[in-house]
């Protein structure tokens, strides 16, 4: 084996992956768009991991195929134990991406990885060669596999169901193209696991999840430009888009408006009042049902547009948003209006105004607040 052979048998191997590699580091390092760091952050793990572990699972590959050797090259211990070790942490990096707000979750997911990487540590140090516990080289170089050398394995598609089911449970009240982009990702991978631990198909499980990195990155950063920076929400040229998109379907909406934003930000900052705003958008987007979404359409105002939504679902809407903001010192104005047959959304925003400006006067009347100070 020689450095010539291995570099020709790493291209021909993983040429696709190099590729998309390429791709993505220049859209990450040309375009500052997505500005979160645990993201980048997460997106540079994933370039960088799958580079080395094709680069290992070759030089793992070359070395097994000269044959029976006298000796077992040390330089095979190192490469199989790194994609072993590591290879379960490329889709925890794309979990980590794509969950980075649960942090707690992403802790406990961590210590079967570091349980992992110690169990197959023993290629080191192995008494027993030809009964391992994980895998072995025999003194021949022959690979022989223990009870337990699917763990890698098994530990990549644990990961891969957890995040499946995890996405499925948390996805009320989220925006179902989040949900489908993440589910497509996932299944890629997973598929890719399974035809790897089958024997089925060979170099396929680290550009799949490179692959899914690229593909998860792209849907980010279309979403720039639909997005509030600040909340996260869809923005108002979004808002005014849904409304021709789903008019047909849109049964009712939902106005809300921020009490006292101009009152925290003369007396505390900007900063409060951000985080007041952050806040509530975070309650309105669990309160809502995949049918509703949620918009920023101005510096304290918010819409929620309800579709094949009947009056209850509407209301319920409301009022959960009501009690959850009631646990928080921030609070909301809300009016809704249901659509009557066919009429025009144009007046059903008037009329959700009208009822959202009627409870925030009740509730400047009850404070005795300036309404003027918003």
């Known amino acids: 084996m020689t450095f010539t052979s291995t570099f020709l048998s790493f291209i021909d191997r993983y040429y696709i992956l190099l590729f998309l590699d390429a791709i993505l580091l220049i859209l990450m390092t040309k375009n500052k768009e997505i500005r979160d760091k645990h993201i980048r952050r997460s997106l540079y793990a994933i370039i960088i991991l799958t580079f080395l572990l094709s680069l290992m699972h070759t030089i793992d590959a070359e070395i097994g195929d000269l044959g029976q050797l006298d000796h077992v090259p040390f330089l095979r211990k190192i490469a199989s134990w790194f994609c072993y070790s590591f290879g379960p942490t490329t889709f925890v990096a794309f979990f980590s991406m794509s969950m980075h707000h649960n942090r707690k979750m992403l802790n406990y997911i961590l210590v079967p990885l570091i349980f992992n990487a110690i169990l197959y540590s023993s290629i080191f140090y192995q008494p027993d ?38 996405v499925i449970v948390h996805n009320k009240g989220k925006r179902s193209d989040d949900f489908y982009i993440l589910i497509s990702c996932s299944s890629e991978s997973l598929l890719a696991m399974l035809l790897e631990s089958l024997d089925w198909s060979k ?172």
């Not at 030809?130 to 170089?141: E, R, T, V």
């Not at 337990?148 to 644990?158: K, N």
């Not at 101005?298 to 579709?307: A, N, R, S, T, V």
């Open 203 to 374: 170099d396929l499980l680290y550009t799949c999840i490179l692959a899914s990195g690229l593909a998860y990155y792209l849907y980010l950063y279309m979403q720039v430009g639909r997005l509030d920076p600040l909340t996260g929400l869809f923005n108002r040229a979004m808002y005014f888009s849904d409304l021709q998109t789903y008019q047909k379907k849109i049964t009712a909406l939902i106005a809300l408006d921020m009490n006292g934003l101009k009152n925290l930000n003369d007396g505390n900052g900007h900063a409060a009042g951000d985080t007041g705003l952050k806040t509530l958008a975070s309650i309105m987007e669990r309160c809502v049902p995949s049918t509703a979404n949620v918009y920023r359409i101005g510096g304290d105002e918010f819409m929620i547009i309800c579709k094949s939504l009947d009056e209850t679902q509407v209301q319920q809407i409301c009022n959960k948003i009501e009690t959850e903001q009631q646990r928080t010192k921030y609070s909301l104005s809300i009016g809704y209006a249901y659509r009557n047959q066919n009429e025009d959304l144009e007046d059903l925003q008037k009329i959700a105004d009208k009822h959202m400006y009627e409870q925030k006067t009740l509730y400047y009347r009850r404070s005795g607040q300036d309404r003027r100070r918003r």
């Open 129 to 166: 060669v030809m009964h391992p516990l994980i895998y072995s080289f025999g003194d021949d170089n022959v690979f022989k596999r223990g009870n337990f050398g699917y763990l890698s394995h098994i530990l990549t598609i644990v990961y891969i169901v957890i995040f499946i089911t995890y």
